[in-house]
């Protein structure tokens, strides 16, 4: 499995806000000025992203969960802004939330494709390579399994300490682990392919590594070019 944790700074909450300007082109969020060059600050994806028909479901099932009533209302919530995203930008897949795999709605044209989201503490299960003890979730990447689509990742790894975050920040962590099921890899990171037209400075990106006090739980900009970029296309 490869795995991509998202860690935590909580000490970064306790600093004043700094104001980080953001380069934004047009109401997109695509900066055509963006290249590979600019390798600081960038979103950047996985070698394999998620290539469904449009119109296919994707599921994120949360009955591993459901006596979890702070991890599950966050998980609703991390849902419904990809959800509300999908619809706002025209992307081609409906994302949805259910308690059981065999209530997942199939697609227009394919799916449903499942998420399972579980707790650390209950599936014991450690990820691999991680400082434990700053790790809020953590998930994989789409892989080419060999079939006719690239699938999401199928599960997602959620560590207790998420339960007592906030609003926002609980929806952030749901979305940044969605964000990597569905092939994104980390913001500003210096390996990896580049999305084309991403702005070079994005301080609130959801795929940005670490939850610091810039996470509102929103998509900025950058991550609607990105999302366009890689999930764009269905027909509105
Ligand atoms: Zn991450």
Redesign the pocket.
Known sequence: MEE???RSRLGQWLVPLAFIPLLISNATGCDESASSENVDFRQVRAPYVVDLPQGATICVVTNSISDDLELLSHVREGVKRWKDMSAQLGLKYRFVETEFTEDCPVGDFGGPFIIDIYSTEDSHIIPPNANVKDTLAFTGVPVNSGGIYIEPFNSIYVYPEVDGLGRDEGAHVIM?EIG?AMGFE?TGQATGAHIPNTPQSEANSI?N?ALDHMAVGQFSAGDKCALVALFGGRDV
Request: net charge neutral; aromatic share 0%; charged share 0%.
């Open positions: 991509c944790s998202h940044h990597h980390h795929m590594p």
